[in-house]
């Protein structure tokens, strides 16, 4: 008999990373002493999650390709520069506001710049590259290749630094991002190698997830669910418009740039390894997981609507006149060398 796990947990939004994150949290919650009184490696699986990311880093560093094409360049390197400075903007603003604790009380309880600033700086590559399989073009999915630049915790590190927050030796700036140059440097030598690490990608999220998971308290769940709610509203609109203006700058139709509006998976993990590296966010890590989880969920169940309602309402019209275009190009060049 098989019981279709994978299928069940890919239904969730953002599944592979919410429903083992939320595993480890009602573990944590409710039998604390699990991975004390199991030990070995039971134990590691709860307190792993910044080792697996560092290899999962490498894995998806190894799949970025150096020979992008211009037009991937372009678009990719827009809507990365859009996306962060979006974030380093509202680092700036919350960074005035906030400092580096989170809210303590009141209906905001457990909003931190640390939480803005990762729930916005990176996109969720997967739900990204199946818009645009959908309703964009297949160079438009290509983009990511430079997109997937935003992983990791570096460029959250570096917006809280121009924020004027506590700042990052520049020892721990290059260690958060040199695994993934590593990665980077693996794949493009070999590229069996990358073919290699990038299969061993989707596999560990889970893992990391569940493990980062095992840190949460669930007791503050349904505060932060709420403000989770509008942070991941808040998402698609405030990167949204801007994207899509953006998109549509470099010769898009702004479906791209909508479509990359979302909180990647992996940005759950970002506030921990930020606070591994600098104890001042030590008190905003554990509620910043669990709204840029929330943001996940959220932000994956709004952009794809998003996406199709922006595809019908401007892609459509500018792709038939960019295939007619193209068409009556060719016929002439055709007739030519007929003769």
Request: glycine residues 12%; aromatic residues 8%.
């Amino acid at each position: 008999m098989q019981i279709p796990i994978k299928r069940s947990i890919e239904a969730v939004p953002g599944g592979m990373m919410v429903v083992p994150l939320l595993a480890g949290a009602l573990i944590a919650t409710f039998f604390p002493e699990t991975p004390k009184f199991f030990g070995s490696f039971t134990g590691a699986l709860f307190s792993g999650a910044l080792t697996i990311l560092a290899v999962f880093y490498v894995c998806m560093g190894a799949s970025i390709d150096f020979r992008a094409t211009p037009y991937i360049v372009k678009k990719g390197g827009t809507l990365l520069a859009v996306k962060v400075g979006i974030a380093i903007i509202l680092g700036l603003i919350f960074g005035r506001l906030l400092g580096e604790a989170p809210v303590a009380a009141g209906m905001f309880v457990g909003l931190s710049t640390l939480a803005v600033v990762a729930s916005m700086n990176d996109t969720n590559g997967g739900l990204y590259m199946a818009l645009m399989g959908q309703y964009g073009r297949p160079r438009d999915v290509g983009a990511y290749t430079v997109m997937s630049l935003e992983s990791g915790p570096f460029l959250t590190m570096v917006t809280l630094g121009v924020a004027g927050l506590s700042a990052f030796p520049w020892q721990t700036l290059v260690g958060a991002i040199l695994p993934l140059l590593v990665g980077m440097v693996i794949g493009n030598l070999d590229r069996e190698m990358r073919d290699f690490l990038s299969r061993a990608i989707p596999v560990m999220i889970p893992f990391f997830a569940f493990a980062l998971g095992a840190g949460l308290d669930l007791s503050k769940v349904w505060q932060a669910g709420l403000l989770g709610l509008a942070m991941g509203v808040a998402v698609v609109v405030v990167t949204g418009i801007p994207l899509f203006f953006a998109d549509r700058l470099t010769g898009g139709t702004g479906v791209a740039g909508v479509a990359a509006a979302s909180t990647a998976g992996n940005a759950a993990a970002v506030p921990a390894i930020v606070a591994s590296a600098n104890p001042a966010y030590a008190d905003a890590a554990g509620p910043a997981t669990i709204l840029v989880a929330a943001c996940v969920v959220v932000t994956a169940i709004l952009v794809p609507v998003a996406t199709a309602w922006t595809a019908r309402a401007f892609g459509r019209a500018e792709e038939a006149e960019a295939e007619l275009s193209a068409a009556s190009d060719t016929v002439p060049a055709q007739r030519a060398g007929s003769r």
